[in-house]
Structures are given as structure tokens and as C-alpha cells.
């Protein structure tokens, strides 16, 4: 059970295989199908020290079910919008009183 609300529905994308050039390709084999999730895409207005020129970053955050089998280097796929994401970084803050939703930190590839 989610305590998000979900807004799609993903798919896990796991696995690489090799080019005939030896290079690593990602491929786009599902380990799950079907998981609910709130995913958002937000966009910060960020400057440095050494380039104070404002820049305008987009990032995406999703929330699944704490038990889903998510890890980083993963993909997910919208499936509402077919947009494929990397995931960075998968946390989970604590709860005393109910398993948590697990948040994942996205890039979106396509």
C-alpha cells in the first residue's frame, strides 16, 4: 500500500548488454510492470560561486510502494507518457508508525 497518491503507473528497466563495438547499452528488459506511483517533475533556479549566472536545473521525483525492487542505475518508464528516466538515488525516511514509501531521485533520458 502507497501513501502517495499515485498519479501513473511505471515500469522497472533493468539490465545492459554489449554493442558489437564492446560498448555497454542499457537494455529496456522489465523486472516489474504496473507499479503505482507519484512522480513529479519540478524545475530550481541555482546559481554558484563560480558562475553566478541564474540557471534553471529539471529534475523528477517519484514515490513507489516500500517494497518495490527499485535500485539506482535502474530505469523507469511512465507508462501514461513513455518518458524513460535513470534512477540516481532510492530513500526512504523513517516511520515509527507505517512502512514508508520509498522516493526515488530521477534524471529523465528521453
Do not use: F
Amino acid at each position: 500500500m502507497m501513501q502517495a497518491i499515485a498519479t501513473t503507473r511505471i515500469s522497472i528497466l533493468r539490465g545492459t548488454t554489449t554493442d558489437g563495438y564492446g560498448d555497454e547499452q542499457d537494455t529496456d528488459t522489465p523486472v516489474a510492470t504496473n507499479i503505482p506511483a507519484a512522480l513529479t517533475e519540478q524545475s530550481r533556479r541555482v546559481t554558484t560561486r563560480d558562475d553566478p549566472t541564474p540557471r534553471i536545473v529539471r529534475y523528477a521525483i517519484a514515490r513507489v510502494p516500500a517494497r518495490t525492487d527499485v535500485t539506482d542505475q535502474d530505469r523507469i518508464k511512465d507508462e501514461r507518457t513513455g518518458a524513460i528516466y535513470s534512477v540516481d538515488a532510492v530513500s526512504s525516511m523513517a516511520n515509527p508508525t507505517a512502512i514508508a514509501d520509498l522516493r526515488l531521485d530521477l534524471r529523465r533520458t528521453t
